[in-house]
């Protein structure tokens, strides 16, 4: 870490000129590195169905379909005769964001880029052309009867590419800490607090969906063989609900945090009140509750989520400090806020347009889960260390 924050000297000086041109090819290639590995492989899957299922279309055309769903993977929407497909698959968005923490890690591993300064140069100039060479491929991506905006993919490449390289970067070389060690507060145990409380979430929305779908097998059979008759057509609508399943699993977690999701006019899940309408014909969707009775129970999960964070906040704080109750309750709340936020911007990322009219509006609103979810969380966990935190100092 020493040698990142501290420029040792070589031989012979290097010119500015020289050193930013190859930071500049360095970036360039671990950014094409990233996009073509993902890209091939995720075009391999779709050619092996496509030999596998034989759909009448040519060999062009499923690796343009692969194409199309590597950009919406990346933020992209997908707009034809029948309307825009703007929903991500956070599950397919997970294979770039990995590549490019392997780009970033790589760049900061690199002896030429030997300062804090170098790596961030590096890692801003591979979001950027990583973003470029995105809004380039939109361009292959499109035909006759789909189009793919070029600067939503663009911009959410970007970001992503940004995001993902310096947390590569950053879990190399360790400099993340430290602007966190100068913030004042138990940072260490509002970080474990909430990541506690972030885990206890996912997990819970994961089991929310899992016991949904368990409780209506049938139905989930029933609408795959309507969907997919064929065992080629059945693997692919597989991986289809796969690439889905971190999309539905925060659908079910806003549903226990209150506001729930849409999807379309006329279908709406709530903690309190579920109206079913026309929905797509996709098995994951077998999860809906029948007769309109909201899932009572997945109210369970914010709060076991709070009750997690005021607990492990409190367990941590032992070990560094001894505040008192309201003050572990404030820092408490202030970690269930941080979640609540990052559910937010998940729910947010989750939903979408999955076509026009009825299916305009699909997943729930991020602004909405957030502010239900930092009441929810912020209550509970101060709530629970307060408690935990009294009980501890009267024993």
């Known amino acids: 870490m020493t040698d990142l924050l501290e420029h040792r000297s070589s031989g012979t000086a290097e010119s500015p000129a020289r050193g930013g041109?190859?930071?500049?090819?360095?970036?360039?290639?671990?950014?094409?590195?990233?996009?073509?590995?993902?890209?091939?492989?995720?075009?391999?899957?779709?050619?092996?169905?496509?030999?596998?299922?034989?759909?009448?279309?040519?060999?062009a055309q499923a690796a343009q379909v692969s194409l199309q769903a590597y950009l919406l993977a990346h933020g992209g929407?997908?707009?034809?005769?029948?309307g825009t497909l703007g929903i991500v698959p956070l599950g397919l968005t997970l294979l770039p964001a990995w590549l490019l923490v392997r780009a970033g890690a790589a760049l900061a591993r690199r002896r030429s880029l030997r300062t804090a300064i170098k790596i961030g140069e590096a890692v801003a100039a591979l979001a950027v052309v990583y973003a470029v060479l995105v809004t380039m491929l939109t361009a292959l991506a499109g035909n006759s009867a789909v189009s793919v905006s070029p600067w939503r993919a663009g911009v959410g490449a970007g970001l992503l590419a940004g995001l993902a390289a310096s947390a590569g970067a950053l879990r190399v070389t360790g400099l993340g800490l430290l602007p966190i060690s100068r913030l004042p507060g138990p940072r260490r145990a509002v970080a474990a607090a909430a990541a506690a409380g972030g885990l206890t979430l996912v997990v819970g929305g994961a089991?929310?969906?899992?016991?949904?779908?368990?409780?209506?097998?049938?139905?989930?059979?029933?609408l795959s063989r309507a969907v997919a008759p064929s065992w080629?057509?059945?693997?692919?609508?597989?991986?289809?609900?796969?690439?889905?399943?971190?999309?539905a699993i925060v659908y079910a977690i806003t549903v226990g945090v209150g506001p729930g999701f849409a999807l379309g006019r006329g279908t709406s899940v709530g903690a309190w009140n579920v109206d079913i309408d026309t929905v797509p014909a996709l098995p994951l969707l077998a999860a809906l509750p029948d007769g309109g009775t909201?899932?009572?129970?997945?109210?369970?999960?914010?709060?076991?989520?709070?009750?997690?964070?005021?607990?492990?906040?409190?367990?941590r704080l032992d070990s560094e400090d001894e505040r008192g109750v309201l003050s572990a309750a404030g820092w408490a709340a202030l970690a269930a806020v941080g979640v609540a936020l990052l559910l937010g911007v998940a729910a947010y990322l989750a939903g979408g347009p999955l076509g026009s009219g009825r299916l305009a509006t699909v997943g729930p609103s991020g602004w909405l889960a957030a502010a239900y979810a930092a009441v929810e969380l912020g209550v509970v966990a101060a709530v629970a260390a307060a408690a935990a935190r009294f009980r501890r100092r009267a024993a």
Do not use: M, Q
């Open 21 to 59: 041109y190859e930071t500049l090819g360095t970036a360039a290639l671990a950014a094409l590195w990233a996009l073509a590995a993902g890209l091939l492989g995720l075009t391999a899957v779709v050619l092996v169905g496509w030999l596998l299922d034989d759909t009448g279309v040519g060999v």
């Open 77 to 82: 929407s997908l707009s034809a005769a029948w």
């Open 207 to 222: 089991l929310t969906l899992a016991i949904s779908l368990a409780l209506d097998t049938g139905r989930y059979a029933e």
């Open 232 to 247: 080629t057509g059945a693997v692919g609508l597989a991986l289809l609900g796969a690439l889905l399943l971190p999309n």
């Open 294 to 315: 909201p899932p009572y129970a997945a109210l369970a999960v914010p709060v076991l989520a709070g009750i997690v964070i005021g607990l492990v906040l409190v367990r």
